[in-house]
């Protein structure tokens, strides 16, 4: 799998509730959820591919787009959310990595 794929894998997951707590999308606590997710993806060595700084850009772009669209106050495994994950992991993604280049 792609370094850059597995983000878009995770952060769409991170919309759909990863781990046990399922904090709303609005909140500091699905940043500090999103990045910890991110972050355990060493196996796949996206750490040596996105920076802390790019995760952390990442999971903020998500959570911008999400408000922008009214679900910020949903919980990360509200049913309103579950299309929404792939496709906006996949514009943040772009959006950070375009930054880089």
Do not use: H
């Not at 959820?33 to 993806?41: D, F, N, V």
């Not at 591919?49 to 990442?58: G, M, Y």
């Not at 509200?78 to 299309?83: N, Q, S, T, W």
Request: glycine share 6%; aromatic share 2%.
């Amino acid at each position: 799998m792609r370094p850059a794929l597995a983000v878009v894998v995770c952060s769409a997951a991170l919309l759909a509730g990863c781990g046990d707590a399922t904090p709303k999308v609005g909140s500091a606590a699905y940043l500090s959820q999103c990045r910890s997710q991110l972050a355990k993806l060493d196996e796949l060595d996206v750490r040596f591919t996105l920076t802390a700084r790019q995760v952390a850009d990442v999971c903020a772009c998500i959570q911008r787009e999400v408000v922008r669209r009214g679900l910020g106050d949903k919980q990360t495994d509200d049913r309103a959310l579950a299309g929404a994950g792939r496709p906006l992991a996949r514009f943040c993604e772009a959006k950070v990595l375009a930054r880089r280049r």
